[in-house]
């Protein structure tokens, strides 16, 4: 005899009659003879394990890199001592999607119909495999990620019961976290699953979060600033589409720059605090909801993700202490005043990057297209005017030039999505394209437990000695 109630029978129902048409809606792209994401990754990785079983095997020995002791006292700086596939940043041109810049990634991958900006799930297929998907591969995976879309009830209702006040980027790690209880690579691991088969489950994690993200992010947008109601995942929509829906904007525009938004935010190789927490956090076989939500806490530092919503505080304050008047000499002593201060001014400098970063003239480039005569755009070209030379002469900065998260807050705002502490929320989305097809890689190719070596200042005191009393 049943035990279940009415109610709870007939959700179930509901659920599982939900869950057979996404799955119905994504065997129909998938019933063409194309292979899936899965299936192409299953035939290029092992010849990529083999690869590094020879290269470690063949040229183990050989000396790559110096350290330095400033570098060891400077956050690691230049150190090359991470394997990351997806993408590496040139310090003069920026970053390259696995071998390409951002206008070929414009060029090169698949759009949505009628749309002109690239779709993030062509990047994460690029990203993962090295290769770019058909049209007709990413619509299935499109629709993939959608039929994996739905929240278990216990992270629909925590969300639901956060505390209003919590920071959005609080928050998105909680759910992330809470989805825990989904993880199919953790259930594999406790019933003792071959290493060899540890990145199958790893790729279904990454698929499923990667499902979920819109939901998530789009509910606490909801719950936090609207009024708590979600609209539903259109199984045939691409992701971008999807995500746009979700937080309640139907702009056409808007959507091309959800797409082009969670592009170029996605990677920016492995040393950042996010994508390398994602990666260390993974080498200790913590899920991947486990490793992307300790991602997730490093991309809400002010130093790295958050600076997008830094940047909007810090232009609403100059907007209102300046009065309309944007000229150069105005704004070059406001910045004079951010750095004599002490503060740093957000969006501008970069850790490896020493040039304009090429996703600020992605952006830049958007904004030019669609509203160039837009205040706050015309405010930020201003400020890219004046700022590099201020920062030259205040003559700390390596890097005088914007980063990334200069510019996306005033796009965001133009479209009407002016909530800033969501902003980095959305870039946590965008970051999960990149760092989950490295944790899948990691796996594959059987990435070891990541443990570099510390010493005490003592100990490095007496190394330079000795180091030094050797030449
Ligand atoms: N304004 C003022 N001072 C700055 C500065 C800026 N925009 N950028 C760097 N500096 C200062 C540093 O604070 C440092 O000062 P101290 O010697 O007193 O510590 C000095 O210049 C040297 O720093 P650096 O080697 O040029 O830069 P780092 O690699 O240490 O830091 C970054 C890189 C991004 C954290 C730094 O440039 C910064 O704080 N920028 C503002 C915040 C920001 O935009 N972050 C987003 C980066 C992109 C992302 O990750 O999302």
Redesign the pocket.
Known sequence: MSVLSQSTRSTLVKHALKNARFQFIAQRYYSNAEKTLKERFAEIFPAKAEEIKKLKKEHGQTVIDQVKLEQAFG?M?GIKGLVWEGSVLDPEEGIRFRGRTIPEIQKQLPKAAGGDEPLPEALFWLLLTGEVPSESQVKAFSADLASRSELPKHVDDLLDNLPRDLHPMAQFSIGVTALESESKFAKAYAQGVAKKDYWNYAFEDSLDLLGKLPVIAAKIYRNVFKDGRLAAIDPNADYGSNLAGLLGFENSEFVELMRLYLTVHSD?EGG??SAHTTHLVGSALSSPYLSLAAGLNGLAG????R??Q??LEWLFKLREEVKGDYSPEVIEKYLWDT?NSG?????????VLRKTDPRYTAQREFALKHFPDYELFRLVSTIYQVAPDV?TK?G????PWP????HSGVLLQYYGLTEASFYTVL?GVARAFGVLPQLIIDRAVGAPIERPKSLSTEKFISLVKSVEGKN
Not at 343 to 351: I, K, L, N, S
Not at 403 to 406: I, K, P, Q
């Open positions: 956050g700086r920016h950042n605090v002010p130093l790295h993700g600076a997008n830094e940047v750095l503060r740093v001014v957000p969006g501008y400098g970069h850790a920062l205040h700390k900065t390596k890097n980063n990334v998260d200069s870039f």
